[in-house]
């Protein structure tokens, strides 16, 4: 079975601290993906990556960087978190072949608080 | 350009009846479509696809869901709900036959919609 790990289920992080959203994936997929889940918006792709340092943005990058030094680990970074980044984020990978039919496959979400 | 509206956000049924859950898609492309449930505090899970092949589609759990181009619509149904099935559950599309390249990438998710299942 794939496994997409986030390792933080739940954080809590004060306003203006940088904030790290690591996802690692065990089945040698090349797309990797992050998205913001809120009550009655559905999901938001925030960036998404094709292969090894390669990165695009996705709908709503503002306030978000990303970084995939190697194929397995995708990290989503606030470089100073503000309260209306309190959200769940979901990562997500699918096979390059996959694309654009495939099934994504997710980790169970990492729940941040922004006090 | 593509959008897909779920047309409830709450769903409530009793344990043993039918269950409809709603889906009109727009895209300028043949799309594929999808259905994703996520239970309380885990991530998604696709429960079933439509990429221009059957019409009627057969998920996991009992689920299924019928592309009808003329009404634009992919509903989820299952003939018989269980307590097991209330999670929130998503309408996906994606523009199946626009593949330029990873860059091209887009899903469009529903904003969901929440199934709740009485005993």
């Known amino acids: 079975d794939v496994k997409v790990t986030q390792s933080s289920r739940y954080l809590v992080k004060r306003t203006g601290e940088k904030v790290f959203l690591e996802c690692v994936q065990d089945m040698d997929h090349e797309n990797m993906f992050w998205y913001r889940q809120d009550p009655g918006l559905g999901l938001r792709l925030i960036y998404f990556s094709y292969d090894v340092k390669m990165k695009e943005k996705g709908d709503i990058p503002e306030g978000y960087s990303v970084s995939r030094e190697k194929k397995e680990r995708f990290s989503l970074i606030l470089e100073s978190a503000s309260t209306n980044q309190t959200s769940m984020y979901l990562c997500?990978?699918?096979?390059?072949?996959?694309?654009?039919?495939?099934?994504?496959?997710f980790g169970e979400g990492s729940r941040l608080t922004v006090l | 350009a593509q959008s897909v509206t779920q047309l409830d956000s709450h769903v409530s049924v009793s344990e043993g009846t039918p269950v409809l859950l709603r889906c009109n898609y727009s895209?300028?492309?043949?799309?594929?479509l999808f259905w994703y449930v996520q239970h309380p505090n885990k991530g998604l899970q696709l429960l079933l696809k439509?990429?221009?092949?059957?019409?009627l589609v057969k998920g996991i759990n009992g689920f299924e869901a019928e592309f009808k181009k003329s009404e634009t619509s992919f509903h989820l149904t299952k003939p018989s709900a269980h307590m097991s099935d209330a999670a929130e559950y998503f309408c996906v599309v994606s523009p199946a036959d626009l593949y330029s390249g990873a860059g091209s990438y887009q899903l469009t998710f529903g904003k969901g919609t929440k199934l709740s299942v009485i005993p």
């Open positions: 895209s300028s492309y043949s799309p594929s």
């Open positions: 439509y990429t221009s092949a059957a019409t």
């Open positions: 997500a990978s699918t096979p390059f072949r996959e694309l654009p039919t495939g099934e994504l496959f």
